[in-house]
């Protein structure tokens, strides 16, 4: 198995709603990633997981709560988001931190906040 | 700190054509450098990858990319588009070990291939 799942592929929400994405992948990879992604933009990192610990944090507000309940399982808790938020989130794994960092992408939910 | 420049924000050609993708970087540091493409509303595809090694790197769909050191240049070419080949072309750079950004990837802003019949 050698890809990147995402759920949902959609998501609409409004800034009370507390909602969470899931990423997985069986690939063994032991560094996870999130990224936001605005249209006709690149990607932007937020979150990197490595070995289920939080290494890299991008200054992202609070309102986004990342979570590595295993090596195969990547959530992103949302709680009183702003419209702003509105975006493509993907989510990335590589083998091993920092080695090469060859990243595998999921095809990414796209969340649209009301 | 490492960054990437993608010369081209759009690139048009016609069917059958060859193209360049343009793509300059800048690191302290040696770097691996890799090319994403990503079709409207899909996540980022793997195209090639250069970690060391031989400069001419071949990757998927007939598309090859050169390292230049001295030039600082990672351009992606293809002899000859398709129509398929529409989409949006992403660089992007890593640092080896000891960079400050050393566990990151970093991307250019993208160049949108459009491929006219």
């Known amino acids: 198995d050698t890809e990147v799942t995402q759920t949902p592929k959609h998501l609409v929400m409004g800034m009370t709603n507390k909602k969470s994405l899931k990423c997985e992948q069986h690939m063994g990879h032991r560094a996870m990633y999130w990224y936001k992604q605005k249209a006709k933009k690149p990607p932007e990192l937020m979150f990197v997981y490595s070995y289920e610990k939080l290494s890299i944090n991008e200054s992202v507000p609070s309102r986004f709560s990342p979570e590595c309940p295993n090596s195969s399982l990547l959530n992103l808790h949302l709680h009183a988001l702003q419209p702003e938020d509105s975006a493509l989130y993907l989510c990335?794994?590589?083998?091993?931190?920092?080695?090469?960092?060859?990243?595998?992408f999921g095809p990414g939910t796209r969340l649209t906040v009301l | 700190a490492q960054s990437v420049t993608q010369l081209d924000s759009q690139v048009p050609v016609f069917e059958e054509a060859p193209v360049e993708l343009r793509c300059n970087y800048s690191?302290?540091?040696?770097?691996?450098l890799f090319w994403y493409v990503q079709y409207p509303n899909q996540g980022l595809q793997l195209l090639l990858k250069?970690?060391?090694?031989?400069?001419l790197v071949k990757g998927i769909n007939g598309f090859e990319a050169e390292f230049n050191k001295s030039q600082t240049s990672f351009h992606l070419r293809k002899p000859s588009v398709h129509i398929s080949d529409t989409a949006e072309y992403f660089c992007?750079?890593?640092?080896?070990?000891?960079?400050?950004?050393?566990?990151?990837?970093?991307f250019g802003q993208g160049t949108i291939l459009t491929v006219h019949p």
């Open positions: 990335a794994s590589s083998s091993r931190p920092g080695l090469n960092n060859e990243q595998f």
């Open positions: 690191s302290s540091v040696s770097v691996y």
């Open positions: 250069y970690l060391s090694g031989s400069t």
């Open positions: 992007a750079v890593s640092e080896e070990a000891g960079g400050t950004s050393y566990g990151k990837l970093t």
